[in-house]
């Protein structure tokens, strides 16, 4: 995709996610997960929050050729999962009562999906209860959201825009702690050993205008302009886009492609 070439909005929100998301970001983060925790061939494998399932995916392709599960609990997600890859057996259900025996799986991933979690203390048990002992789980989450220059520069033009309370949802995205809280959190769990690297990705969108333009359509955060005309919509993405882009050093506007560091809290932890 060329830096001048616009992301085309017409599909539905999972589509829009698997189509731009998993490339620009997703599929960079599972890369750097899977290379850290390195599931061997024949181990049975849990990835929590699988969204479109590019965890999964990306270790099948691997030659992984144990047992692969994906569990969330957006269906219209697990849509887009279940039509990209046969070979993963897809669940509907919460990581907060995941819906396996105990001591069931020999690896345990969970890609930028605890920053959701309504109870990350349970969440992290139940990921515990489901290992074999002696095994490990790898899981990631995005820092403070400062340390992702986007995103900050975003968010502050949305609350210059649309009001303090409009950035809610992308602030939410981030965790404000930091790495050693998280690392409490997995002994607290009942992890044995366990590691927190704080990582940093190049990300490249084709412009902060199409960044911009797929937070406020292809989201939950469409719904802060549903109210609006179409025009009017259009209007408001090009404001926030030309204001946000004002906040960032030029460097990351380079040949007209957003090109930022994006940070995460990266999590190795074991069971003896």
Known sequence: MSGHEHWQMDASAPE?????????????????????????HGESVLDIACGTGIVARLAAQRGHAGRLVGIDLNTAMLAVARAKSATV???EGS????????????VVLCQLGLQFFPDRPLALKEMVRVLKPGCRAGLSVYSAIERTPAA????????????AESSRTK????????????????????????DVAIVAKQITFPSMLDYVRFQLTATPMAALLKERDAAERERMILSIADDAASRLDPSMLAGGKLTFPQESFVVTASLR
């Open 16 to 40: 829009l996610y698997e189509r731009y998301l998993v490339p620009a970001i997703t599929s960079v983060w599972a890369n750097d997960l899977l290379d850290r925790v390195g599931p061997r």
């Open 89 to 91: 057996e897809w669940v």
């Open 95 to 106: 990581a907060l009562d995941l819906p396996f025996n105990a001591n069931s799986f020999d």
């Open 152 to 163: 900050h520069a975003f968010v502050q033009a949305l609350d210059k825009y649309l009001g």
């Open 171 to 194: 602030r939410s995205e981030h965790l404000s702690c930091d790495a050693h809280e998280v690392g409490a959190w997995a002994k607290q769990a009942g992890f044995d050993v366990v």
